[in-house]
């Protein structure tokens, strides 16, 4: 019995960690073969931190040197993607079609390198759409059938592209 419950302990413990581990945090890259040559973070500053609250997503800003006079522009995108099911409204209210929609709220700057080849980016914030907000311009295919968003998730992808560049040198999803 003893042993049992050691690993029922063992097991519960496990698993929090993987849920608490398994959560997805922002992925970050940074590519500086997608910039000018030379460039690299200035002292004292790295990688954008990129945080979601709510359906807010801000990220933090940073200093590249050795840039030049090439620009870069950076872009934040949120993207809510809602799940729901459209109901016949009658006395059973029976669920007739699911769906599933994403809608996508990007900011974009170009942001100028200052003297000395230096680029200030800023921090940058973007908010996603409310299952209220989204409710407001959703119709079902049916007039008369009633949405439900069931589900939300909030995803984002910030990236810094470089003039003349494909590529970002800065890229973080969450």
Request: hydrophobic share 40%; aromatic share 8%; net charge negative.
């Amino acid at each position: 019995m003893k042993h049992t419950s050691c690993r029922a302990v063992i097991v519960a413990i496990t698993s929090m960690l993987m849920m608490t581990f398994g959560v997805a945090t922002a992925g970050a890259v940074t590519n500086f073969a997608n910039a000018p040559q030379g460039a690299h973070y200035a002292n004292g500053f790295g990688e954008p931190d990129c945080t979601l609250t709510g359906l807010t997503v801000s990220c933090t800003g940073t200093e590249i040197a050795g840039v030049g006079n090439t620009n870069a522009t950076v872009t934040l995108a949120v993207t809510s993607t809602f799940t729901g099911v459209c109901h016949n409204p009658g006395v059973n209210s029976k669920v007739v079609e699911p769906f599933t929609e994403s809608e996508t709220t990007t900011t974009s700057s170009v942001i100028t390198s200052t003297k000395n080849g230096r680029l200030v980016v800023p921090a940058q914030t973007a908010t996603g759409v409310s299952s209220e907000a989204f409710l407001a311009d959703f119709t079902c295919p049916n007039p008369r059938w009633e949405p439900e968003v069931t589900g939300t998730a909030i995803s984002f992808v910030y990236s810094l592209t470089f003039a003349g560049f494909t590529q970002p040198a800065i890229r973080i999803t969450g």
